[in-house]
């Protein structure tokens, strides 16, 4: 394909070199607690919600027996507001002792029982973003330490409280000391939100060298508007973001807020969509005790997960932007598989919106459409029209393959997720127009 062979040439020119620390070759994929529970400490009025244990070993078990962990939700991730407000007497960080009675070792013990990891949450100025004590440079060595002492899997570094030339030294400090603990854990980066997310101020190259993900832009928030405004910044800035991902250094867009309050469903699947064509960690937060089972499905779409979780690591781009409202995205994957994404921008009625594979710069060929929620598949040539219908604010997601050149075994890379090979589906008898 000679979209594939223009991207990969510009990928590899552009590439950076990731940690050395083996570890997040996938982008990640697990739970985490700011969006959804935010800093609500107020364990007395609300038990069930507030940052504690309980709330974490909830969703761990969540994960565990409701099919997450084995498409590779596994992460559970403390954010801000789970220390106590002053360290201990040897000057390390501690839980919070009402809302973490068993501490964080038992907590992470409590993760891996289970097939689970844990992450945490440091801010290296003097406080975290919520006020707790943070990890300026003279505490990076003991708190990585600290992190390893107690079985931590991830840490997620912020830079509140923090000025620009604190960050250029802390960061990649913080990157050598947990490295210097000899356990492996994952480093996730705030340092470019801080910065403006992009060059002069920003060194991709640099961040590669030391950070397994990074958070470009500002917060994710429970609405449309803020998925909308992530989606425009990273695509907008596609030709600097996209090669600096790659196997274990990713561009981090920030939660999945599938199963909140702010989205519709086709919006949601929008989310899930545009999140695997970036190749981006998926961290959902969300209550996965009351999730909804429509949430619970986008979530857990098999060819979704497997598009995000490709081992190419090619972040996908936006290749069309039409003045009426409708956008394509394209990313290449293993085996000579693509997905196609079509996004509306619209709020009026479903687009049917007009193309070909040959105009969306596919070679000449034979391909087989595999759509990722209906499941329908159907066989096309490069210069065929066809017709998509998109609802407003949906998309409509597809995997494009040769025929008979993949199945599902394949493309979920030795068969971590299983199901019918592609040649097996039915073939529908539809024309070329997906509704």
């Known amino acids: 394909m000679r979209l594939f062979l223009l991207v990969l040439t510009s990928v590899l020119c552009g590439t950076s070199v990731a940690l050395d620390n083996g570890l997040m070759r996938t982008p990640p994929m697990g739970w985490l607690a700011w969006e959804r529970f935010r800093c609500d400490i107020d364990c007395y009025n609300d038990p069930k919600n507030c940052i504690s244990e309980t709330l974490f070993t909830d969703m761990a078990d969540r994960l565990a027996e409701d099919g997450w962990r084995e498409l590779g939700y596994v992460y559970v991730n403390i954010d801000d507001c789970w220390s106590s407000m002053e360290r201990d007497q040897q000057g390390r960080l501690q839980a919070d002792p009402k809302r973490f009675p068993m ?5 992470s013990q409590y993760m891996h029982a289970r097939g689970l990891k844990l992450g945490i949450y440091g801010d290296m100025g003097s406080h975290t973003c919520g006020g707790y004590p943070g990890t300026p440079l003279d505490k990076i060595e003991l708190d990585a330490q600290t992190f390893a002492d107690w079985e931590v899997d991830m840490f997620k570094f912020d830079g509140c409280y923090s000025n620009a030339s604190e960050q250029e030294k802390g960061y990649p400090l913080m990157s050598k000391a947990l490295n210097a603990t000899g356990r492996p854990i994952a480093y996730s980066c705030s340092w470019p939100a801080y910065q403006g997310g992009l060059p002069p101020k920003v060194n991709y190259t640099q961040l590669g060298k030391i950070c397994n ?93 497997g598009i995000n979780q490709d081992p190419l690591g090619i972040q996908g781009r936006r290749i069309v932007k039409e003045k009426y409202g409708i956008e394509v995205f394209w990313r290449p994957l293993q085996n000579n598989v693509s997905a196609l994404v079509f996004f509306s921008r619209r709020s009026d009625m479903p687009y049917r919106y007009h193309t070909s594979l040959k105009k969306l710069n596919y070679a000449t060929g034979n391909y087989k459409l595999f759509d990722a929620f209906t499941s329908r598949t159907t066989l096309v040539k490069d210069a065929t029209d066809f017709v998509v219908s998109v609802n407003p604010s949906g998309v409509v997601t597809f995997l494009v393959s040769a025929p008979a050149t993949i199945n599902r075994r394949q493309f979920y890379n030795g068969g971590k997720l299983h199901g019918p090979s592609f040649e097996d589906a039915e073939e529908n008898s539809l024309p070329p127009v997906f509704l």
């Open 103 to 107: 501490g964080i070792r038992n907590l």
């Open 213 to 305: 993900l990074w958070r470009n832009y500002g917060d994710i928030q429970d609405s449309w508007g803020s998925v909308l405004s992530i989606v425009d910044w990273f695509f907008d800035n596609q030709d600097v973001l996209a090669p600096a991902a790659g196997p274990g250094r990713w561009n981090d867009p920030d939660m999945l807020i599938v199963g909140d309050f702010g989205l519709s469903l086709d919006q949601s699947q929008t989310q899930m969509s545009l999140w695997a064509i970036m190749a981006a960690p998926l961290f959902m937060s969300n209550d996965l005790r009351t999730i909804s089972a429509d949430a619970r499905r986008i979530l857990q779409n098999k060819v979704l997960i």
